[in-house]
């Protein structure tokens, strides 16, 4: 069984940063791709960044260039570095974990529990 703790979220000034962190435990094996993503009030959830096992990172184009998604291996955890933040980030961010089900040959799910992002002044 895969579980994901997620921290970091707050309060933040628009302009400023915040740094979440989620930490991935269980049995962790083969291909796999970790992420983050958010949904704000009223709106769909929304890819932010991935980044897989080989170390490929993909970003949503409304964060390009102010977040940047890394991971630690050796303490299987992603963190995701928000900088520059806008009003319109304001959201709920779960923290994503897909790992690759070889018996089904498809991807299998994991979902933190989320942690809330608010930019406003």
């Known amino acids: 069984q895969v579980q994901l703790v997620e921290s970091g979220g707050g309060l933040v000034q628009p302009g400023g940063s915040l740094r979440l962190s989620c930490v991935v435990s269980?049995?962790?094996?083969?291909?796999?791709?970790m992420g983050w993503y958010r949904q704000a009030p009223g709106k769909e959830r929304e890819l932010v960044a991935a980044?897989?096992?080989?170390?490929?990172?993909n970003y949503a184009n409304s964060v390009k260039g102010r977040f940047t998604i890394s991971r630690d291996n050796a303490e299987n955890a992603v963190y995701l570095q928000m900088n520059s933040l806008k009003s319109e980030d304001t959201a709920d961010y779960y923290c994503?974990?897909?790992?690759?089900?070889?018996?089904?040959?498809?991807?299998?799910?994991?979902w933190g529990q989320g942690t809330q992002v608010t930019v406003s002044s």
């Open positions: 994503n974990f897909k790992l690759w089900n070889m018996v089904v040959g498809g991807w299998d799910d994991f």
């Open positions: 269980g049995s962790i094996f083969s291909n796999y791709v």
């Open positions: 980044i897989d096992n080989g170390g490929s990172r």
